[in-house]
């Protein structure tokens, strides 16, 4: 039997069992992403991923949020986290599901999966989100009206998040204080967000001095004014430096169109603190239309997902910021006749919660995800000249310590994803990079091919490249020792 017929084999064995999700089905076979590309050069091998316990940290996280409105069930992706390889999950920790009578803590469910992380060799990042109705002027459990605001509600808020860190403080080192205040769902003003994040964030630092906190987790990349008004109040209170990041959500149809607002925000930051960061962290295309929620209406398909996640992913690391993928598993939020499946999942899920397989992102971030870990750094005074007037990104990494770009990334990036596998030629040069053994890396498939004799020449600190085949998703030129093959 073939690798592939093993392992499809396997997944009829599995879908017979009630315990799916302690053996989840991921195919290993070479071939596992299936999809028309041809770039003409001979196939040498594929990525081996890396689990979670090979990689000693990263900048890649996956969301694993909404168990704390039972949205998702943890049980039915758990397993598929530490062979993905991304280092981080980002918990919404969930007061109203904690509390549910005054004064009496549940953690079960949170000590489930932040136990699991850490077994694994994955961070959790905790949100301090939503409110809780057990209290008057508690808040809802939701994005819409969810913030506590009476004296008693705030008092109780304060006491779980003094609770939930103490709780965590050996095992979550970090934080981030809300979802989205700035949706016009939630309506708070910077000013109440930011009392609110102050307030919840000297707590944390109380107990857990070297924690790390993100303030809010913004829906917006663009609305600078709205965090210019939170940061005066914080700065107004000699406060900035409770704060590693401001986070930050967007969702552009092509990815890239997101930066304009990106590079907004981190001037603002700038002006505020020297010390401030970006992390973006949350963000992900469907992979078929869905009628409501970011990046609806649109006739997404597995291929422009696995596309659209791996081009803002890496977007994000070339500019320097750490970065999240939207989401583990397909959320299904069952609100009656309003019930909808939200389909960002890299796992599709079907409208009982239950995990069915991973799509092709999965695959493709687990690719990401064995390339991109620490060791990997933006490298300084490298440039590219291309022969295509198209748009394309491209962005330079080396090594440790190595003096000079060793891996480039790059894709046509001047339209939003598509369906095409179609290539263009492109001849490039690179200053400031260097490559003892290249190869041509496709992160969709993980493909890795040799490149042919003659099309890489070398001039001082310049080295050329003939008729690289390009298209509008990532792929990788080289060293192959960067490379882990099979």
Same mark, same amino acid.
């Given at each position: 039997m073939t690798g592939h017929e093993?392992? !499809?084999?396997?997944?009829?064995?599995? $879908?017979? =069992?009630?315990?799916?999700a302690a053996a989840p089905y991921i195919?290993?076979?070479?071939?596992?992403v299936k999809t028309p590309l041809n770039v003409g050069w001979k196939r040498i091998g594929t990525i081996r991923p890396r689990g979670t316990g090979e990689i000693a940290s990263s900048r890649l996280t996956v969301g694993c949020e909404t168990l704390d409105r039972d949205y998702t069930v943890f049980d039915e992706y758990k397993a598929y986290l530490p062979p993905l390889g991304v280092k981080k999950i980002?918990?919404?920790?969930?007061?109203?599901?904690?509390?549910?009578?005054?004064?009496?803590?549940?953690?079960?469910?949170?000590?489930?999966?932040?136990?699991?992380?850490?077994?694994?060799?994955?961070?959790?990042w905790l949100e301090t989100s939503y409110g809780n109705p057990v209290y008057p002027g508690g808040g809802s459990p939701g994005l819409l009206g969810s913030n506590p605001t009476s004296p008693e509600a705030l008092s !109780?808020?304060?006491?779980?998040?003094? $609770?939930? =860190?103490?709780?965590?403080r050996g095992k979550v080192n970090e934080w981030e204080i809300w979802n989205e205040p700035d949706h016009p769902s939630q309506k708070l003003d910077p000013e109440t967000i930011a009392e609110l994040s102050l307030r919840t964030a000297t707590i944390i630092k109380r107990i857990q001095p070297g924690a790390r906190i993100a303030a809010m987790g913004m829906a917006s990349n663009s609305n600078t004014a709205y965090l210019d008004r939170f940061l005066k109040v914080v700065s107004a209170a000699g406060k900035l430096d409770l704060f590693q990041w401001v986070s930050y959500h967007s969702y552009d149809v092509r990815p890239e169109d997101s930066y304009r607002g990106v590079a907004k925000l981190r001037e603002l930051v700038a002006r505020y603190s020297p010390n401030l960061l970006l992390r973006q962290g949350e963000n992900g295309a469907p992979s078929t239309y869905i009628p409501s929620f970011a990046l609806c209406k649109i006739y997404w398909t597995e291929y422009t997902q696995a596309k659209y996640d791996l081009r803002r992913m890496l977007g994000d690391l070339g500019r320097d910021i750490e970065t999240s993928v939207f989401t583990i598993i397909d959320i299904y939020y069952d609100w009656g006749r309003d019930a909808v499946l939200n389909k960002k999942g890299l796992i599709e899920a079907d409208v009982t919660k239950k995990a069915v397989r991973p799509k092709v992102a999965y695959y493709a971030i687990q690719n990401l995800a064995a390339v991109f870990d620490d060791t990997l750094q933006l490298a300084a005074g490298f440039t590219c000249e291309r022969t295509t007037a198209e748009s394309l990104s491209v962005f330079?990494?080396?090594?440790?310590?190595a003096a000079r770009a060793e891996l480039v990334a790059l894709w046509m990036d001047g339209e939003a994803p598509t369906n095409s596998f179609a290539t263009t030629p492109v001849d490039l040069t690179f200053t400031g990079a260097q490559f003892r053994n290249p190869v041509l890396v496709d992160l969709m498939t993980g493909a890795v091919y040799a490149i042919p004799a003659g099309s890489l020449s070398r001039r001082g600190d310049k080295v050329s490249l003939k008729s690289v085949p390009l298209y509008d998703s990532p792929m990788l030129i080289c060293d192959r020792s960067l490379i882990p093959i099979r």
């Open positions: 093993i392992a !499809a084999l396997a997944f009829l064995l599995i $879908a017979g =069992v009630s315990s799916a195919d290993t076979s070479a071939d596992r980002r918990l919404q920790a969930g007061w109203a599901k904690c509390e549910k009578a005054k004064g009496v803590y549940d953690w079960k469910w949170l000590d489930e999966a932040v136990d699991f992380a850490v077994a694994n060799g994955i961070v959790p !109780a808020w304060d006491a779980w998040v003094e $609770a939930m =860190v103490t709780r965590y330079g990494f080396r090594k440790g310590g």
